[in-house]
């Protein structure tokens, strides 16, 4: 039987890079996103190509069901639509707020719902990997809205993971730091803004999609077979640990 994957968010820095590492791990894969140009763009003719909205869940349910009508039900999952959206919480329109939980949580929530409801009737196993961040794990200035959509993240995670391991399926979460993408240009698109970045870390340095990725395509393998309901920290020791001071 042929491994099928399901990547959302995949016309993005780290949708693109999941993806390339997942081919090399001899899948096929269903990529999606709203934007069908960038899709077509990122992709020419590779892959099953699906344009939808996953926040909303007629659009969750139209990607698996285009997936099945093509015999690519997948049995892995890797979601990497998101966006950031800082600012002081008093400082943020109702609007700011709709569109961060949007992307990160309520996308999330549809489209894993229509993922486990596809892989339940299938009587399959399967696995999937949400991202949340370093900020839903530790209070960082500025950064309520997107904490706030990505502690839901974590705790859809642990719930839908308790809920579903009786049938075999395994869902996980990672937690990065900043990383070199097209959603954080805002801020590492100055050298000082970078440097800046790159310091906050115990490990200072800018993360990697390409690294993350790697990390995402492991959880969703038959090597972490034993592991379900887990949030896997990728950000230089931000969230857990103070280095000595000198």
Known sequence: MEKVALVTGAAGGLGQSVAVRLVEAGW???VTSREGERLASSYGDRHLQVVA???SVAGARHILEVAKAHE????????????IRLGALHRLSEADFAACLNANLISAFHTLAAFIGAVRDAKCPGSAVLV??????IGTPNHETVAAAKAGVEGLVRSAAATCAGN????NA??????????????????????A????????????PDELAELM??????????????????????????????
């Open 132 to 137: 949340s961040s370093a900020a839903a794990r």
């Open 174 to 195: 990672v937690a990065p730091g900043i990383m070199d993408t097209p959603a954080a240009t805002a801020i590492l698109g100055s050298a000082m803004g970078r440097d």
């Open 197 to 208: 970045a790159a310091r906050q870390y115990p490990l200072p340095g800018i993360g990697s």
């Open 217 to 246: 395509v492991w959880l969703l393998s038959e090597k972490a077979a034993r592991v379900t309901g887990q949030v896997w920290s990728m950000d230089g020791g931000f969230s857990t640990i103070r280095p000595l001071v000198r």
């Open 168 to 171: 075999g399926i395994r869902i």
């Open 72 to 83: 690519m039900l997948p049995t892995a999952f890797a979601h990497c639509v998101g966006n």
């Open 28 to 30: 096929r894969l269903v």
């Open 53 to 55: 909205d996953c926040s």
